[in-house]
């Protein structure tokens, strides 16, 4: 049974989510012991430490590249499956929670990732739309997954600050410790501050299991942030930084010049880190140009796909034959059939080049399917 308490009053419940005091509830880890499966190129690869699922669903969320972008190191969370950080809690979400969710209102990178997530799943969606807030290119994005929308304007579906969107977060903290050890701290824009509270419980738990101690969180927004979970959040060691937009665009414009389009809030994180020290990693959460994804790259990995993408990890070209050597147990058409799909879900690429003097087909996994360790 999954048990849920308050990180502010320490009140616990087997159901509810949002806690009487009005904090979102975390969920109670039934042990803490550092395991990973290196198999899985997804956040499940820390499976052990994430709520229980029967069926796990799963777009390849997670692993995103952290490299240094100009001197600054940066964590591009722009490269999951839907553009956002938000798809390692749909993933968890739509894994782990066991509650139907029928109709979902509009929020933007957290419906989107959500509702690709129970597509997915195999369930049906609908989102209500209000049709004077809604950016048109969100809403053709919706109608491209042939989602239902409705504009009938009424309060729907789950809420984004829940225990299980927390769970999905926190393995950015640990993505972070894997990939990079070592580092002085991490900027995390925020609004709410779920993300960042989420991030904080990774880092704390895998203080608990001796295996690092808490960096520096700073968390900024432009324009100021306050408000009571925010003050929570700095009780944990947290800091907060103002910037003015001037900054904020000048970054902005930095990074779209290097060919890294993200929203104004993540050019906060950017210019943020760029201040305090080359050792800071600067969270990147969301693209402000989204990827259309065929239909059809919204179905979870096969076990023949995570094997081929496992293959595939060490970033040399293969050819079909090559991979189907090495993963076993498949035939050779199932690898080929395997690999289309994989190439039509953007985790893949394929030319025809010279190869041992023949003209064939190899195939190299995208660069941003595994989390890059350009780290130095």
Known sequence: MTLFKCPRCGATSSSDWICRCGFPMEIVPERLIWSIDEREPSIWRYKSLLPHAERIVSLGEGLTDLRRVDGVLVKDETRNPTGSYVDRGSSVMVSSSNIAIEELEFLQDVTISLASYLIASGEGVRVIVNPERVDVSELLYLSQLNIPISFDIREAGASYENPFMIEGFKTIAYELYEFKGKFDGVVIPSESGILAYGIIKGFRELEEMGLMKMPQIYLVHYSGIGGEFIEF?????????????????????????????????????????????????????????????????????????????????????????????L????????????????????????????????????????KSTTCSKEVI
């Open 233 to 325: 959040l700095k009780s944990l060691g947290a800091r907060t930084m103002s910037l003015d937009t001037k900054d904020v665009m000048e970054s902005l414009i930095k990074l779209a010049k290097l060919g890294i389009y993200v929203k104004p809030i993540s050019a906060m994180a950017y210019s943020a880190a760029s201040r305090l020290g080359s050792e800071y990693v600067a969270l990147l959460t969301g693209s402000s140009m989204r990827r259309w994804r065929n239909l059809n790259s919204l179905a979870p990995l096969t076990e023949l796909q995570r094997r081929i993408l496992e293959v595939m990890r060490k970033g040399e070209e293969m050819t079909a034959y090559q991979i189907w050597r």
């Open 327 to 366: 993963v076993g147990g498949a035939t050779l058409q199932g690898v080929y059939k395997a690999l289309l799909k994989l190439s039509r879900m953007g985790l893949v690429s394929s030319e025809r080049k010279l190869h041992k003097r023949r003209m064939k087909r190899v195939y190299r996994l995208i």
